[in-house]
Protein backbone atom coordinates (compact mmCIF):
# COMPACT_ATOMS: atom_id res chain seq x y z
CA UNK A 1 0.00 0.00 0.00
CA UNK A 2 2.62 2.73 0.67
CA UNK A 3 4.31 2.21 -2.58
CA UNK A 4 0.88 2.31 -4.30
CA UNK A 5 0.40 5.59 -2.81
CA UNK A 6 4.11 7.05 -2.59
CA UNK A 7 4.86 10.37 -5.23
CA UNK A 8 6.82 9.14 -8.32
CA UNK A 9 10.39 9.37 -7.58
CA UNK A 10 12.03 9.48 -11.29
CA UNK A 11 10.78 10.59 -14.24
CA UNK A 12 12.24 9.26 -17.75
CA UNK A 13 15.82 10.88 -18.36
CA UNK A 14 17.14 12.03 -14.66
CA UNK A 15 15.03 14.33 -12.47
CA UNK A 16 15.12 16.88 -9.52
CA UNK A 17 13.65 18.49 -7.55
CA UNK A 18 15.59 21.32 -7.65
CA UNK A 19 14.34 23.90 -10.36
CA UNK A 20 16.33 26.76 -9.59
CA UNK A 21 18.28 26.52 -12.96
CA UNK A 22 15.18 26.51 -15.20
CA UNK A 23 12.74 29.27 -13.25
CA UNK A 24 11.43 30.47 -16.63
CA UNK A 25 10.14 26.82 -17.79
CA UNK A 26 8.93 26.53 -14.99
CA UNK A 27 6.80 29.58 -14.65
CA UNK A 28 5.44 29.06 -18.16
CA UNK A 29 4.87 25.12 -17.56
CA UNK A 30 2.63 26.45 -14.46
CA UNK A 31 0.92 29.53 -15.53
CA UNK A 32 -0.84 27.31 -18.15
CA UNK A 33 -3.94 27.60 -18.38
CA UNK A 34 -7.23 28.33 -20.02
CA UNK A 35 -7.97 31.92 -21.33
CA UNK A 36 -11.71 33.24 -19.17
CA UNK A 37 -12.86 35.16 -22.82
CA UNK A 38 -15.45 33.59 -24.68
CA UNK A 39 -15.67 33.63 -28.27
CA UNK A 40 -19.43 34.09 -28.15
CA UNK A 41 -20.86 36.51 -31.01
CA UNK A 42 -24.40 35.91 -30.38
CA UNK A 43 -25.74 39.44 -28.74
CA UNK A 44 -28.55 37.46 -26.42
CA UNK A 45 -27.41 36.41 -22.68
CA UNK A 46 -29.34 34.57 -20.38
CA UNK A 47 -32.04 31.60 -21.02
CA UNK A 48 -33.07 32.33 -24.45
CA UNK A 49 -35.05 28.90 -24.67
CA UNK A 50 -37.07 26.54 -22.76
CA UNK A 51 -39.29 24.19 -23.60
CA UNK A 52 -40.67 23.27 -20.43
CA UNK A 53 -42.59 19.81 -20.97
CA UNK A 54 -39.62 18.86 -23.36
CA UNK A 55 -36.59 19.98 -20.22
CA UNK A 56 -35.54 18.33 -17.66
CA UNK A 57 -36.64 20.62 -14.97
CA UNK A 58 -34.39 20.94 -12.38
CA UNK A 59 -31.16 23.46 -11.25
CA UNK A 60 -28.33 24.83 -12.74
CA UNK A 61 -24.49 25.40 -11.31
CA UNK A 62 -21.87 26.30 -13.27
CA UNK A 63 -18.55 28.60 -13.05
CA UNK A 64 -17.54 30.80 -15.90
CA UNK A 65 -14.33 33.34 -16.05
CA UNK A 66 -15.72 36.15 -14.57
CA UNK A 67 -14.91 36.05 -10.95
CA UNK A 68 -14.26 33.03 -8.57
CA UNK A 69 -17.70 32.14 -8.23
CA UNK A 70 -20.10 29.39 -8.32
CA UNK A 71 -23.33 30.23 -9.76
CA UNK A 72 -26.81 28.63 -8.88
CA UNK A 73 -29.81 29.55 -11.24
CA UNK A 74 -32.89 27.87 -11.96
CA UNK A 75 -33.88 26.92 -15.56
CA UNK A 76 -35.47 30.79 -16.26
CA UNK A 77 -32.21 32.02 -15.65
CA UNK A 78 -32.98 33.52 -11.56
CA UNK A 79 -30.03 33.33 -9.43
CA UNK A 80 -30.86 31.62 -6.41
CA UNK A 81 -27.37 31.22 -4.64
CA UNK A 82 -23.80 31.86 -5.27
CA UNK A 83 -20.58 30.96 -3.44
CA UNK A 84 -17.22 32.23 -3.79
CA UNK A 85 -13.67 33.10 -2.27
CA UNK A 86 -10.68 34.92 -3.85
CA UNK A 87 -7.45 33.36 -3.73
CA UNK A 88 -6.36 36.03 -1.29
CA UNK A 89 -9.25 34.68 0.84
CA UNK A 90 -8.47 31.04 0.49
CA UNK A 91 -4.45 31.22 1.08
CA UNK A 92 -3.62 34.48 2.26
CA UNK A 93 -0.18 33.39 3.02
CA UNK A 94 0.70 32.32 -0.48
CA UNK A 95 1.74 34.95 -3.23
CA UNK A 96 -0.52 35.32 -5.92
CA UNK A 97 0.33 33.07 -9.15
CA UNK A 98 1.16 34.41 -12.54
CA UNK A 99 -1.55 33.52 -15.29
CA UNK A 100 -4.87 33.48 -14.62
CA UNK A 101 -5.48 30.81 -12.55
CA UNK A 102 -6.45 32.60 -9.56
CA UNK A 103 -8.87 34.57 -11.42
CA UNK A 104 -11.72 32.27 -11.52
CA UNK A 105 -13.05 28.70 -10.75
CA UNK A 106 -12.26 25.87 -13.19
CA UNK A 107 -14.52 23.44 -11.91
CA UNK A 108 -16.99 22.80 -8.73
CA UNK A 109 -18.63 19.56 -7.22
CA UNK A 110 -21.56 20.23 -4.84
CA UNK A 111 -20.97 18.47 -1.31
CA UNK A 112 -24.27 17.70 0.90
CA UNK A 113 -24.75 20.44 3.11
CA UNK A 114 -24.38 22.96 0.75
CA UNK A 115 -21.15 22.85 0.98
CA UNK A 116 -18.52 23.10 -2.64
CA UNK A 117 -15.31 22.13 -3.48
CA UNK A 118 -14.25 24.54 -6.15
CA UNK A 119 -10.56 24.33 -7.57
CA UNK A 120 -8.28 27.23 -9.09
CA UNK A 121 -6.86 25.84 -12.47
CA UNK A 122 -3.56 24.42 -11.88
CA UNK A 123 -3.22 26.03 -8.54
CA UNK A 124 -5.72 24.76 -5.87
CA UNK A 125 -8.42 23.10 -4.13
CA UNK A 126 -10.82 24.87 -1.61
CA UNK A 127 -13.91 23.88 0.74
CA UNK A 128 -16.48 26.31 1.25
CA UNK A 129 -19.85 26.03 3.37
CA UNK A 130 -23.22 26.85 1.83
CA UNK A 131 -22.45 30.24 3.37
CA UNK A 132 -18.77 30.63 1.55
CA UNK A 133 -16.58 30.57 4.80
CA UNK A 134 -13.17 28.94 3.79
CA UNK A 135 -13.73 25.62 5.72
CA UNK A 136 -9.89 24.66 4.04
CA UNK A 137 -7.26 25.69 1.08
CA UNK A 138 -5.11 23.54 -0.54
CA UNK A 139 -2.65 25.43 -3.10
CA UNK A 140 -1.74 22.12 -4.24
CA UNK A 141 -1.45 22.90 -7.94
CA UNK A 142 -4.91 21.44 -8.07
CA UNK A 143 -6.34 20.97 -11.92
CA UNK A 144 -9.55 20.07 -14.00
CA UNK A 145 -11.54 17.85 -12.10
CA UNK A 146 -12.23 16.82 -8.52
CA UNK A 147 -14.16 14.02 -7.71
CA UNK A 148 -15.26 12.71 -3.73
CA UNK A 149 -16.13 9.10 -2.89
CA UNK A 150 -16.02 8.92 0.26
CA UNK A 151 -12.41 10.66 0.16
CA UNK A 152 -11.84 13.07 -2.14
CA UNK A 153 -9.62 12.53 -5.17
CA UNK A 154 -8.29 15.13 -7.24
CA UNK A 155 -6.20 15.90 -10.10
CA UNK A 156 -2.83 17.97 -9.22
CA UNK A 157 -0.05 18.56 -11.64
CA UNK A 158 4.06 19.80 -10.87
CA UNK A 159 6.43 21.11 -12.54
CA UNK A 160 9.91 18.76 -12.62
CA UNK A 161 13.04 19.16 -14.24
CA UNK A 162 14.47 16.06 -16.62
CA UNK A 163 17.46 15.97 -18.41
CA UNK A 164 15.63 17.18 -21.10
CA UNK A 165 13.11 19.72 -20.65
CA UNK A 166 10.65 21.18 -17.46
CA UNK A 167 7.39 19.06 -17.66
CA UNK A 168 4.25 19.23 -16.30
CA UNK A 169 3.53 15.77 -14.16
CA UNK A 170 0.19 14.96 -13.28
CA UNK A 171 -1.29 12.90 -10.28
CA UNK A 172 -4.18 11.62 -8.34
CA UNK A 173 -4.41 12.91 -5.04
CA UNK A 174 -6.61 11.34 -2.49
CA UNK A 175 -7.61 13.31 0.61
CA UNK A 176 -9.57 12.87 3.01
CA UNK A 177 -12.87 15.42 3.82
CA UNK A 178 -10.52 17.44 6.20
CA UNK A 179 -7.98 18.04 3.22
CA UNK A 180 -5.52 16.37 4.75
CA UNK A 181 -3.50 14.17 1.83
CA UNK A 182 -3.61 10.80 2.28
CA UNK A 183 -1.95 9.31 -0.40
CA UNK A 184 -1.23 10.41 -4.57
CA UNK A 185 0.08 8.33 -7.74
CA UNK A 186 1.43 9.83 -10.71
CA UNK A 187 0.02 8.97 -13.82
CA UNK A 188 2.93 9.23 -15.87
CA UNK A 189 4.13 6.37 -13.74
CA UNK A 190 0.99 4.33 -13.91
CA UNK A 191 1.31 4.51 -18.10
CA UNK A 192 4.98 3.49 -18.00
CA UNK A 193 4.14 0.55 -15.75
CA UNK A 194 1.47 -0.69 -18.00
CA UNK A 195 0.92 -2.58 -21.23
CA UNK A 196 0.48 0.39 -22.62
CA UNK A 197 3.65 1.60 -22.35
CA UNK A 198 4.56 0.68 -26.27
CA UNK A 199 1.75 3.37 -26.84
CA UNK A 200 3.50 6.22 -25.02
CA UNK A 201 7.01 5.41 -26.30
CA UNK A 202 5.59 5.31 -29.87
CA UNK A 203 3.64 9.05 -29.03
CA UNK A 204 6.51 10.41 -27.56
CA UNK A 205 9.10 9.13 -30.34
CA UNK A 206 6.78 10.37 -33.29
CA UNK A 207 6.25 13.68 -31.41
CA UNK A 208 3.28 13.35 -30.00
CA UNK A 209 0.91 13.06 -33.54
CA UNK A 210 -2.68 12.11 -31.93
CA UNK A 211 -2.17 16.00 -29.97
CA UNK A 212 -3.86 18.15 -32.72
CA UNK A 213 -4.11 20.99 -29.79
CA UNK A 214 -1.04 23.11 -29.90
CA UNK A 215 0.40 23.36 -26.52
CA UNK A 216 3.50 23.31 -24.70
CA UNK A 217 5.55 20.04 -25.33
CA UNK A 218 6.42 19.43 -21.40
CA UNK A 219 2.63 18.92 -20.73
CA UNK A 220 3.18 15.32 -21.61
CA UNK A 221 -0.23 13.85 -20.78
CA UNK A 222 -2.89 16.79 -19.76
CA UNK A 223 -4.60 15.03 -17.60
CA UNK A 224 -8.44 16.41 -17.86
CA UNK A 225 -11.07 14.12 -16.19
CA UNK A 226 -11.30 12.30 -13.42
CA UNK A 227 -14.37 10.07 -12.35
CA UNK A 228 -13.41 6.52 -8.99
CA UNK A 229 -15.63 3.69 -11.19
CA UNK A 230 -18.18 1.89 -8.88
CA UNK A 231 -20.00 -1.48 -9.42
CA UNK A 232 -22.50 0.31 -11.59
CA UNK A 233 -20.62 3.14 -13.03
CA UNK A 234 -17.86 0.39 -14.28
CA UNK A 235 -20.60 -2.08 -15.34
CA UNK A 236 -20.08 -4.06 -18.73
CA UNK A 237 -16.91 -1.64 -19.45
CA UNK A 238 -13.12 -2.64 -18.88
CA UNK A 239 -13.06 -0.61 -15.82
CA UNK A 240 -13.28 -2.57 -12.41
CA UNK A 241 -15.00 -0.38 -8.81
CA UNK A 242 -12.41 1.66 -7.34
CA UNK A 243 -10.60 2.56 -10.50
CA UNK A 244 -10.48 6.25 -11.72
CA UNK A 245 -11.44 7.24 -15.42
CA UNK A 246 -9.19 9.77 -16.91
CA UNK A 247 -8.38 11.91 -19.70
CA UNK A 248 -5.10 11.92 -21.14
CA UNK A 249 -5.98 14.94 -23.83
CA UNK A 250 -2.00 15.56 -25.17
CA UNK A 251 -2.24 11.37 -26.18
CA UNK A 252 -6.36 11.95 -26.90
CA UNK A 253 -6.71 8.79 -25.74
CA UNK A 254 -9.30 7.87 -22.18
CA UNK A 255 -7.94 5.30 -19.76
CA UNK A 256 -9.03 3.65 -16.60
CA UNK A 257 -6.39 3.36 -13.34
CA UNK A 258 -5.96 0.70 -10.84
CA UNK A 259 -3.71 3.48 -8.17
CA UNK A 260 -3.34 -0.04 -6.07
CA UNK A 261 -1.01 -1.63 -8.76
CA UNK A 262 0.17 1.98 -10.04
CA UNK A 263 -0.98 0.98 -13.69
CA UNK A 264 -3.15 1.89 -16.56
CA UNK A 265 -5.31 -1.02 -16.62
CA UNK A 266 -7.53 0.10 -19.80
CA UNK A 267 -6.28 2.52 -22.68
CA UNK A 268 -8.13 3.60 -25.98
CA UNK A 269 -7.27 6.03 -28.19
CA UNK A 270 -10.36 6.28 -30.88
CA UNK A 271 -11.29 8.92 -33.64
CA UNK A 272 -11.71 11.85 -30.89
CA UNK A 273 -9.15 14.29 -30.16
CA UNK A 274 -8.34 16.51 -27.57
CA UNK A 275 -11.42 15.38 -25.33
CA UNK A 276 -12.45 15.82 -21.99
CA UNK A 277 -15.25 14.57 -19.68
CA UNK A 278 -15.72 11.16 -19.74
CA UNK A 279 -18.66 9.77 -18.24
CA UNK A 280 -20.15 6.45 -17.51
CA UNK A 281 -23.79 6.87 -18.36
CA UNK A 282 -25.61 3.63 -16.20
CA UNK A 283 -23.77 0.35 -16.77
CA UNK A 284 -22.43 -0.11 -20.72
CA UNK A 285 -22.22 3.44 -22.11
CA UNK A 286 -19.64 6.13 -21.96
CA UNK A 287 -20.48 10.02 -22.90
CA UNK A 288 -17.30 11.80 -24.01
CA UNK A 289 -17.09 15.50 -25.09
CA UNK A 290 -15.03 15.39 -27.85
CA UNK A 291 -13.24 19.14 -28.93
CA UNK A 292 -11.83 18.30 -32.45
CA UNK A 293 -12.85 14.76 -33.56
CA UNK A 294 -15.40 15.83 -36.34
CA UNK A 295 -13.14 17.03 -38.72
CA UNK A 296 -11.43 19.83 -36.60
CA UNK A 297 -14.87 20.29 -35.17
CA UNK A 298 -16.78 19.61 -31.97
CA UNK A 299 -19.13 16.77 -30.98
CA UNK A 300 -20.66 14.40 -28.14
CA UNK A 301 -20.14 11.36 -28.24
CA UNK A 302 -21.90 8.01 -26.53
CA UNK A 303 -19.91 4.61 -26.59
CA UNK A 304 -20.55 1.10 -26.13
CA UNK A 305 -17.73 1.40 -23.58
CA UNK A 306 -17.74 -2.80 -24.25
CA UNK A 307 -16.46 -1.93 -27.85
CA UNK A 308 -15.78 1.44 -27.87
CA UNK A 309 -18.48 1.63 -31.05
CA UNK A 310 -20.39 4.84 -31.22
CA UNK A 311 -24.07 4.70 -30.74
CA UNK A 312 -24.94 8.45 -30.41
CA UNK A 313 -23.30 11.37 -31.46
CA UNK A 314 -24.19 15.43 -31.57
CA UNK A 315 -22.64 17.53 -34.23
CA UNK A 316 -24.65 20.47 -34.80
CA UNK A 317 -25.89 21.58 -38.02
CA UNK A 318 -24.94 24.20 -40.69
CA UNK A 319 -26.87 26.92 -39.27
CA UNK A 320 -26.07 25.73 -35.76
CA UNK A 321 -22.41 25.27 -35.36
CA UNK A 322 -21.18 23.13 -32.73
CA UNK A 323 -17.06 24.04 -31.36
CA UNK A 324 -15.58 24.26 -28.04
CA UNK A 325 -11.66 24.36 -28.60
CA UNK A 326 -11.24 24.28 -24.76
CA UNK A 327 -13.20 22.65 -22.27
CA UNK A 328 -16.44 21.59 -22.46
CA UNK A 329 -18.83 19.07 -20.81
CA UNK A 330 -22.22 17.07 -21.63
CA UNK A 331 -24.63 15.36 -18.90
CA UNK A 332 -26.87 12.95 -19.84
CA UNK A 333 -30.07 13.88 -17.61
CA UNK A 334 -32.58 11.56 -16.61
CA UNK A 335 -35.37 11.94 -19.45
CA UNK A 336 -32.59 11.14 -22.08
CA UNK A 337 -31.96 14.34 -23.17
CA UNK A 338 -28.14 15.50 -22.90
CA UNK A 339 -27.07 19.14 -21.34
CA UNK A 340 -23.97 20.06 -23.14
CA UNK A 341 -21.33 22.92 -22.39
CA UNK A 342 -19.92 24.72 -25.33
CA UNK A 343 -17.61 26.53 -22.99
CA UNK A 344 -15.27 28.67 -25.64
CA UNK A 345 -18.73 30.38 -26.66
CA UNK A 346 -19.98 30.59 -22.92
CA UNK A 347 -22.68 28.64 -24.02
CA UNK A 348 -24.81 25.33 -22.30
CA UNK A 349 -27.56 23.93 -23.95
CA UNK A 350 -29.95 20.76 -23.56
CA UNK A 351 -31.01 18.81 -26.26
CA UNK A 352 -33.44 16.00 -27.29
CA UNK A 353 -32.08 12.47 -28.56
CA UNK A 354 -32.63 14.07 -32.43
CA UNK A 355 -30.50 17.04 -31.23
CA UNK A 356 -33.26 19.89 -31.04
CA UNK A 357 -32.81 22.13 -28.41
CA UNK A 358 -35.28 22.21 -25.72
CA UNK A 359 -33.07 24.80 -23.23
CA UNK A 360 -30.77 27.18 -24.26
CA UNK A 361 -28.39 29.43 -21.90
CA UNK A 362 -25.66 32.35 -22.59
CA UNK A 363 -23.47 33.61 -20.27
CA UNK A 364 -24.07 37.02 -19.26
CA UNK A 365 -20.96 37.74 -17.17
CA UNK A 366 -18.10 39.80 -18.91
CA UNK A 367 -15.00 39.17 -18.07
CA UNK A 368 -13.35 42.39 -15.98
CA UNK A 369 -10.58 42.49 -17.34
CA UNK A 370 -12.16 42.93 -21.00
CA UNK A 371 -15.57 44.85 -20.24
CA UNK A 372 -18.33 43.95 -22.75
CA UNK A 373 -16.35 40.80 -23.51
CA UNK A 374 -18.28 37.39 -22.22
CA UNK A 375 -16.78 34.97 -20.09
CA UNK A 376 -16.09 31.55 -20.81
CA UNK A 377 -18.26 28.85 -19.31
CA UNK A 378 -16.00 26.39 -17.78
CA UNK A 379 -18.94 23.99 -17.30
CA UNK A 380 -22.53 23.20 -16.41
CA UNK A 381 -24.44 20.78 -14.17
CA UNK A 382 -28.17 20.04 -14.27
CA UNK A 383 -29.03 19.19 -10.55
CA UNK A 384 -32.13 17.81 -8.96
CA UNK A 385 -31.81 18.87 -5.49
CA UNK A 386 -32.79 22.47 -4.72
CA UNK A 387 -29.29 24.21 -3.63
CA UNK A 388 -29.44 26.71 -1.30
CA UNK A 389 -31.76 29.24 -1.41
CA UNK A 390 -34.38 27.42 -3.27
CA UNK A 391 -37.64 26.20 -3.34
CA UNK A 392 -39.27 23.28 -4.34
Known sequence: MAGAWSACDHVEGGETRSPGDERPSFERLRALGYAAVAEDEEANVGVVLHERSRAAQGWNVYTSG????????????????????TWEQAFPYVPR???????????VHLLPGGHV???????????????????????????????????????????????????????VVVLGQD??????????????????????????????PRALVPGSGGDLLHANALTVLTES????????????????????????????????SWL?????????????????AL???????????????????STMEPVWEYRG????????????????????????????????????????????YHNPDEVPANPGVRARLFGMTRVFEPPPGARR
Request: charged content about 25%.
Open 317 to 360: TSSRPFFSRHCGSAQRLPNGNTLITESSRGQAFEILPDGTRVWE
Open 233 to 264: SAGGGPGRAGHVLTSFRRLSALATVDLQQVEV
Open 66 to 85: HAPEVVAMDMDGQVLHTWGA
Open 179 to 208: GREKGRVSLLECLRNSRYRSFWDEQREQGF
Open 97 to 107: PHGDGADFYRR
Open 117 to 171: LVLFEGQGLVRLDSDSNILWGLPNGAHQDVHPNGDIYVLTREARHTAEDAILEDF
Open 268 to 284: HAGDYRGQHDPQPIGED
Open 287 to 305: LVFDNFGDGGRSRVVEYDW
